[in-house]
């Protein structure tokens, strides 16, 4: 069993490697065809998009994996097709009556946005508010099968169509505002791709559409919760979207455009980089939340803190990685990827961020697969408020800025609280004394890198800096990890044994 999770997270975490990769080179072309401004206005027209997105369905395939790992649990394979059905009926009694809404009272959107040009150009996303909310749903029935080969698949190729296609509408490109519009173009697209693709798939491999009735109750019941949650995410990036350019021009005498311009280097180009974990830790939540929920039904409570605590610690291991490497090297990947000096700085001056930012990701994940939907979105309600607060308090001395630390006070308030409900849900899990040889383990290999890329850079280039310390960064933490006995090779020799 444990054999058959890790060649699952191999394949998910390889094939979100690529996806992610794929997405961080398209962000790179954008922001040197389109320029900053461009990127704002896609980054805004995205973001009200989320928020209809995650209001309309994004509850339901997370809820819909762990239904079907419930009725997994009891050997009830009707029970699982109920549960898809009722997740495409639930997605579409909201999608539909909101695109109808959206498409043809376009005129009263102008409030939404701090920039009335990404009004014509929002309206594009909206036939993919309906394709892609029924994805997710086969997504979510991906999940509960444990099929994460054709769901990586899918996603991936979802991914390409929209940065193939992207590139080709924006090259030569100019003008921001046409770059903007043909980029979302490229994402509608995808949409329609990964919607005919997935719905072909689950069909083939013998899902069907049943009565869904015995399933709708569970399914909003458990998906209302996460879909607050999630709604107030896009909601807090949304009101970010507008209410930062404001206050930016309000603060320093900004006009528009140059406010969407900071804007744009802030979340379109420095948020992707610190973002990088999200892949990985979505790969391990990907591949534990079932059968952590499955084993939460069957009452396996040992077998349960065992992958809660595990969890824990791959989401620390991976900050403990990525935080070196961003902090000694951030200017230098913000000057080579987009030859902005201001986005390397809130790199490096924000990389620690990464630490409560996956401890709050893979905690969250981890209550939500044992039935704690309510509370994680309490907890993540208070960690939004601090962010709102700190934007509103700080963008006039620290501009920009007052965004990051926001985040910051968010995730570590959010992650506290979730492991404080983890330890009361299954009892003294063992992390603290990890985290605390993991955060020096971080400091030492900061240490390191700053010394190692004071010597080197009077002698190469950025791109070699880059190379050379990353790479020593990297194996000076998993040498002070593995000597620490916090990192063992025994999980790739499961994956590579022919047993």
Known sequence: ?????????????????????????????????????????????????????????????????????????????????????????????????????????????????????????????????????????????????????????????????????????VYGVADPVLGARRAIIAVAISYVFSFCVSLFWYFKKGGKFVNPKRQLKPLFSASMPVTAMRTSTSLLNSAVAVLLPLLLMNAYGLDNSDAISLYGIAIGMSLPILFIPSSLIGSISVVVAPELSENFYRKKTAQVKYDVEKSIKAAIFIAALLVPVLFVLGDEVGELLYSNELSGQIVQRCSFILIPMCITMIST??????????????????GAAAMIISILTLTKFVGVYSYMIGLAASYVITSLLNLILLKKTCGNLKYVKYTIHALICTFSSCVFGMLLDGVISHYVSAIWQIIICGTACTLFCVAFLYCLEMFTFRPFKRLISKN
């Open 1 to 169: 069993m444990k054999q058959n999770i890790y060649k699952s997270a191999a394949i998910v975490t390889v094939f979100s490697t690529i996806e992610k990769m794929m997405s961080f080179f398209y962000r790179v072309v954008l922001s040197r065809v389109i320029g900053a401004e461009g990127i704002g206005i896609y980054q805004i027209c995205l973001s009200v998009f989320a928020v209809f997105l995650t209001a309309a369905s994004s509850g339901i395939p997370v809820t819909v994996s762990r239904l079907m790992a419930k009725n997994n649990a009891v050997n009830d394979v009707r029970g699982k097709h109920a549960a898809v059905t009722a997740g495409v009926v639930g997605t579409l009694i909201f999608t539909i009556p909101i695109a109808i809404l959206l498409f043809f009272g376009r005129n009263a959107l102008d409030f939404l946005f701090s920039d009335e040009r990404s009004t014509d150009i929002f309206i594009l996303l909206i036939p993919g508010l309906i394709l892609t909310s029924i994805y997710a749903v086969m997504r979510g029935s991906f999940w509960g099968n444990k099929q994460f080969l054709p769901y990586s698949i899918i996603e991936l190729l979802e991914d390409a169509v929209m940065v193939i296609l992207g590139c080709i509408l």
């Open 365 to 382: 994940t981890v209550l939500n697969s044992m039935n704690r939907e309510k509370r994680t979105l309490i907890h993540f309600l208070i």
